[in-house]
């Protein structure tokens, strides 16, 4: 079964076409990066995979359910979805709650926090520490720096043994150590998870980790490339998808891309 199967799939609005005729397959083994400049679709690709948006055309069908025939209610809870987008949400309409009252609701994989949910004490410890917030357990989650915020987003997701992670640009908003801090425990976080996919979301190519397997390339709302990373991060490819000319070099298992113009200079 695929872990995840769009077929034709398009997003149209007032202003026109966000996304357009998506094909895309995730089997079960590999972990997917979506990469594409701003404003190309990635996220409102995730919006549709969460069910929080309805496409206007074509087929999606998730986790073996087809969108259109399933409570997404129920089926989201096998989905943890990890975004800057949740944080603001969760900041503005769960601000005053703990971290540990949140961490704990992620087996229920809600918004906010369960008065009535018990979690086991040691994989709550256990989730707190690993992802780093352990010391901030009983701060209110309003006042945590994005990587923090981020951080508790991880732990719910871990607590939750979820069936697919969404990492919608994690590393959004933090700086380089920020950054290499929260993949290097996202990598650590993987290792302990192997069977379960990801898709990880991001517009900065140093950014995909060697656990990935596949990206897909999205360039205005469509699909430039898509297939095993090696044979997509191209320089071809990437120069179009971002609009600019790149080289790319593969550092420690990792791509960087070097913007080329003006290199003669
Ligand atoms: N509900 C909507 N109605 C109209 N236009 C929308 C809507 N949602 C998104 N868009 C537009 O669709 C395009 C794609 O947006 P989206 O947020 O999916 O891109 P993105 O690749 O995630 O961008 P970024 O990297 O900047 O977060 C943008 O031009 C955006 O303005």
Known sequence: MAVLEMENVSLIRSGGPILEHIDWRINPGESWVVMGANGSGKTSLMTLILGYQWPTEGTITVLGARYGRVDLREHRKRIAWVSHHLTEWMTRDHGHQT???LVAAGPEAIIGASPNHRPDPFALHEALSH???LERAQTRFGILSQGE????????AHLAAVDLIVMDE??????IRGREELLALIRDHL????TTPIIYVTHHVEEIMPEFTHVLLLKSGR?????????VLTAQNLSVALGVPVTVEIV?????ARVSWGASS
């Open 252 to 256: 420690h298992g990792r791509p960087w």
């Open 191 to 194: 290792s302990q998870i192997p």
């Open 99 to 101: 971290v540990r009252d």
């Open 131 to 133: 992802f780093k917030i």
């Open 170 to 175: 994690p590393c959004s908003g933090l700086d």
């Open 149 to 156: 915020k981020t951080r508790v987003l991880l732990a719910r």
């Open 223 to 231: 699909v430039l490339a898509r297939g095993p990373k090696r044979e």
